[in-house]
């Protein structure tokens, strides 16, 4: 006769209360820890909230120029936590912003001393009436008799100037340099932010992929991905076509003869990264060289501007962002004009991303109702 193990007997209730109460103090611990999680990054949100902006442009800088970076990397060789190349690729991308508000900044100070002068010399000899006044196909012999009334006087020009506030003008020059100043700290904050990701990049990838797929698993990563092509496309078809617009309509004014083809290229090519909104440089440009007597010339940049933003803003940009992202038009245009309204500048990068992420999330909730209903 052997002997047999009796079999497992559960514990009497008596003896599982140790165990639930164990059970219902981890869980308890498991939601202090995620209560206390979530208010340190919420604490952490409001004690960055003034350079979220900045960092978030650092973020959209580093995702456009990885691909290039991690090309460079891989031909040169180079080590991901050197700091050359990182360096290097930062100092370009800052470049390419400071060197055209430099020379802007030379042009308004060159514009800024020309006005002055004028206003000196119109205090002692007035401003005699323009000759385009007397182009004008209509409203010319009244605006004509205003200007002598008084501008053409010196007293009357004297008295004309006086009469704006000279405190109001030194506060808004005042807030003006105190925005420039606010505005120049955050962009430096944001190439610093860019050098570090490009950096520690690898790094910050692998991190940001387990706690992806830890949180949301392959559909999270999925999501990222389409953020990151968003971005891609939404910088292709805004800011590249937009420099493409302002480079044809630059060589346009100079050839038609407009004042300062270069600054108000410039001008068209900031403008031109917000769909629709190229026309208001057009319009400036063709306005002032109608001022000029230049018809024919003006007529020419009109017509041509309205072609070069026609072809960019219908065929151009919707292929290159909802291309990467298959997009529509409409959603491309809604989450730029609305990104814009709601986010300011950095909403012409947010807009689509979100637009992207939201046009995946619908093609995964209908494709899995039709394969269910099927």
């Not at 401003?127 to 007397?134: A, E, G, L, M, Y």
């Amino acid at each position: 006769m052997t002997d047999t193990a009796p079999p497992a007997l559960l514990p009497p209730p008596s003896d599982r209360a140790p165990f639930r109460q164990m059970r219902e103090q981890l869980r308890a611990q498991r939601i202090a820890r995620g209560l206390l999680a979530v208010f340190f990054t919420l604490l952490a949100l409001y004690t960055v909230h003034g350079f979220l902006a900045a960092l978030v442009w650092g973020g959209i800088f580093a995702i456009t120029a990885w691909p290039p970076y991690a090309a460079v990397r891989r031909r040169r060789a180079a080590q991901s936590n050197g700091i050359l190349l990182p360096l290097l690729f930062t100092i370009v991308i800052a470049l390419i912003f400071l060197v055209p508000l430099g020379i802007f900044a030379l042009e308004a100070a060159r514009e800024a001393q020309g006005v002055a002068a004028w206003m000196n010399e119109a205090r002692h000899s007035g401003v005699p009436v323009p000759t385009w006044i007397h182009r004008l196909p209509f409203g010319a012999a009244s605006l004509g008799g205003w200007w002598e009334s008084h501008l053409q006087n010196p007293d009357d020009v004297s008295g004309f100037l006086h009469s704006f506030n000279l405190g109001h003008s030194m506060q808004v020059t005042q807030r003006v340099g105190e925005q420039i100043f606010h505005r120049g700290l955050l962009f430096s904050f944001s190439i610093l932010t860019l050098f570090f990701l490009l950096k520690d990049g690898d790094t910050i990838i692998r991190q940001c992929l387990i706690v992806s797929r830890r949180a949301f698993g392959k559909r999270g990563e999925t999501i990222a991905q389409q953020i990151i092509a968003s971005v891609h496309g939404t910088v292709a078809g805004l800011v590249l076509v937009g420099i493409g617009e302002g480079a044809v309509m630059g060589v346009a004014y100079l050839i038609a003869g407009a004042p300062h083809p270069f600054l108000f290229g410039v001008f068209t090519a900031v403008a031109a990264m917000i769909p629709f909104c190229a026309v208001i440089a057009v319009g400036l440009v063709t306005l002032l060289l109608l001022v000029k007597g230049a018809t024919i010339a003006a007529l020419a940049i009109l017509g041509l501007g309205m072609a070069v933003i026609f072809v960019a803003d219908h065929f151009v940009r919707p292929a290159l962002i909802g291309g990467s992202t298959e997009l529509p038009f409409l959603w491309v245009l809604t989450g730029i004009l609305g990104g814009v309204e709601s986010w300011s500048l950095l909403g012409l990068f947010m807009g689509p991303a979100i637009m992207a992420v939201m046009h995946l999330m619908w093609r995964n909730w209908t494709r899995d109702r039709c394969l269910d209903g099927g």
